[in-house]
């Protein structure tokens, strides 16, 4: 089979030539034209030889010598430019064979990647789903008209609209007017926004108190929105919540103390805008000891109800009553006139109360006695108008009770003590030489921060003192308020911030343990713009690594936090500084507030520590700002700790840091370094 095979077919070489030959149609015509060529000259000569045909013959053997001498001229006009042309449509053929080829193998990576792409955005886009539709936070894609296009399970519940319904909805059907105006621009276009405190309006009308997000992008050159919108119900109940336990009193509902002193400023500031008087009445039931001793305190505690019942209907919607504690309360009455105004509502005050009370089966005769102190006219501070009030209160008790007194103390006493401060403060802050000559009139006590899991110091608070000349050793409640009405702050905050640094820097070279030193920074300080740079100075001069400082600032400046503010407390941050908020609890702000700022710790006000195991309230609250502080990341040092049951009941709830008495009082940097030695006091908490 084999040797018949290579009998039928041509050798390589020779089927090589051959179809080199017959593909080539120019070759073709040359060997056609000279082979014709060679036969005519052959057949001339035959004919040459041969005897002479018939005619007919000669005419049939002149034609064929005819063609075959015109059969290279054909070549050369006509067989050859056609020959050549079809070469070039032979190469014209395997030049779009080859391009044909290579569009085939883009087409093919190009398919395979499209393939690839699209498996890869199917991938995308389950997990995107899963993503979204697991999550609990609402969470909606807008267009650019800022219509819904987008919606998850978690927003149809929370809203109460199907998801069929939602779609091609604006986003400001969901949104309550106050919180529209804010979520666009005057355009109408939606504004960008991040973590904003808004309300929400469900299906049913109901509102929804809620964090909402809004952030673009872009897709086909086209703006695209997404929102998350996360419900904050629960929080903003537990807020109230603290609140109401933080600022009413729980037996009577009145505002407490705190709330009071709050609402007296207001009031104060009201007042001096529209230059009118407040007065304020401090009202204290008599012989009320003697009806908790012989009817018991149920019935003091009625009795407490009832008057705070009456206050309330004697006054007017915008004035306010308070209970200070046990049967102290307060009246404060704005746009008062004259004074007789304020005089006629005690008079109403002590007839009201003198009618007798039938509490239980009991019926109680009671009586009270109130001073009254007036805004401007006494004072501007309020602190200083509440001792007035108290003052002429106890007057009016000497004066027999069931009466009232005004506050009629000599004020140029009080103005000539004021005075005489002002000038030995200035003295000891010279404006042209302070560090120089007045610095040692200054000192600084330092009392140590405990870790409640290891017992170690883990910060000592930089306490500054005034050795003033004639008072003796003078608290900083004695001179800093007056150094930051006389614009004096500045120079001590920075003569501390300095001592307290340097001191550290030398500590550490002695080796002692490692530990933060903190610094109580006033709000005024923080206005100065160059007050980071301040900060950052002394750090350099110092040689103090900043993640070694502390800076205590107190709860009121988070209250009307601007974006300078903010701005200030990110660069501090920034440096590695720890920020902390003093006083937590005594102000209007709440947990929520410090999401948003850089905090690191925060310090329980003293006076929930005070009571904390025997008042149920302040322990409410001083747990509830533990939890709620630890949810989100912050630690929380209590204040104020000068009792082992304090101390334990703090341990119990997951207090991080104790500072207080029962540890040490503010010492000098010595006595300071003899603590650490000693290590009195300073054992592991958890040993407890």
Request: net charge negative.
């Amino acid at each position: 089979m084999l040797s018949g095979d290579s009998k039928q077919h041509p050798a390589p070489a020779e089927a090589g030539y051959q179809e080199t030959v017959f593909r080539s149609p120019a070759r073709l015509l040359r060997i056609v034209a000279l082979a014709s060529l060679a036969a005519e000259l052959l057949v001339m000569s035959v004919l040459h030889q041969l005897p002479p045909f018939p005619w007919y013959v000669e005419n049939v053997l002149g034609g064929a010598a005819l063609t075959i001498l015109l059969l290279p001229i054909l070549y050369v006009f006509l067989f050859r430019p056609l020959s050549m042309h079809i070469a070039e449509l032979r190469q014209m053929s395997e030049s779009l064979r080859q391009q044909r080829d290579h569009l085939e193998e883009l087409v093919q990576s190009r398919t395979a990647d499209l393939t690839a792409r699209s498996l890869e955005l199917a991938d995308r886009e389950v997990h995107y789903r899963a993503v979204v539709e697991g999550a609990t936070d609402g969470i909606l894609t807008l267009d650019g008209q800022a219509r819904i296009i987008r919606i998850n399970a978690a927003s149809e519940k929370m809203f109460g609209y199907p998801h069929d319904e939602a779609m091609g909805m604006p986003i400001a059907r969901l949104l309550t007017a106050a919180s529209a105006e804010q979520c666009f621009n005057p355009d109408g276009s939606p504004r960008t926004v991040s973590g904003q405190a808004w309300e929400c309006r469900k299906k049913n009308g109901a509102t929804l108190p809620v964090m909402f997000s809004l952030s673009v992008f872009m897709h086909d050159n086209m703006p695209y929105y997404t929102a998350i919108i996360q419900n904050i119900s629960e929080r903003v109940m537990y807020e109230k919540r603290l609140a109401r336990l933080a600022y009413y009193d729980s037996l009577t509902g009145l505002p407490n103390r705190r709330l009071f002193h709050e609402r007296l400023g207001r009031a104060l500031t009201r007042a001096k805008r529209n230059e009118k008087l407040v007065a304020i009445l401090f009202l204290d039931l008599d012989h009320f000891k003697d009806i908790n001793d012989t009817l018991g305190h149920h019935i003091g505690d009625l009795l407490l109800q009832e008057t705070a019942k009456r206050l309330t209907a004697l006054i007017r919607e915008d004035d306010t009553v308070a209970r200070l504690g046990g049967d102290e309360f307060t009246v404060v009455l704005e746009n008062i006139s004259v004074v007789t105004e304020a005089e006629a509502v005690a008079n109403k005050i002590l007839q009201a109360l003198s009618q007798p009370l039938l509490l239980g089966t009991e019926e109680i005769y009671v009586t009270a006695s109130i001073g009254i102190t007036y805004y401007p006219l006494d004072d501007s501070e309020i602190e200083k108008l509440i001792m007035n009030a108290d003052g002429a209160m106890y007057q009016a008790k000497a004066h027999g009770r069931n009466t009232f007194e005004v506050y009629t103390a000599k004020l140029r006493t009080e103005a000539a003590q004021r005075l005489a401060m002002d000038i030995a403060l200035r003295k000891a802050i010279s404006a042209t030489d302070f560090l120089l000559h007045y610095q040692p009139e200054f000192i600084l006590h330092y009392q140590p921060e405990i870790d409640q899991y290891t017992g170690e110091v883990v910060s000592v608070e930089a306490l500054v003192r005034w050795q003033h000349p004639e008072l003796g050793l003078l608290g900083p409640d004695s001179f800093i308020p007056l150094s930051e009405e006389t614009g004096l702050i500045d120079a001590i905050g920075e003569w501390v911030l300095r001592a307290a640094c340097k001191q550290a820097t030398s500590w550490r070279a002695a080796g002692l343990p490692t530990f933060n030193v903190a610094v109580n920074v006033s709000a005024l300080q923080l206005q100065n713009r160059d007050f980071v740079d301040m900060v950052a100075k002394i750090l350099e001069e110092t040689g103090l690594d900043a993640k070694y400082l502390e800076l205590e600032l107190t709860e009121s400046m988070i209250l009307n936090k601007t974006e300078a503010f903010i701005a200030i407390l990110r660069d501090l941050k920034a440096m590695g500084i720890t920020l902390t908020i003093d006083d937590f609890g005594t102000g209007h702000s709440s947990l929520a507030n410090l999401q948003l700022l850089p905090i690191d710790k925060v310090k329980i006000d003293r006076s929930f520590v005070n009571n904390i195991t025997t008042n149920e309230q302040d322990a409410t609250i001083a747990v509830s700002v533990i939890e709620m502080a630890h949810k989100l990341g912050i630690k929380v040092v209590a204040e104020g700790v000068e009792t082992e049951e304090q101390l334990r009941y703090l341990y119990t709830h997951h207090c991080d840091i104790m500072q207080g008495y029962h540890f040490s009082r503010p010492v000098v940097a010595e006595d300071f370094e003899t603590l650490l030695a000693t290590g009195v006091e300073l054992s592991p908490l958890s040993a407890l």
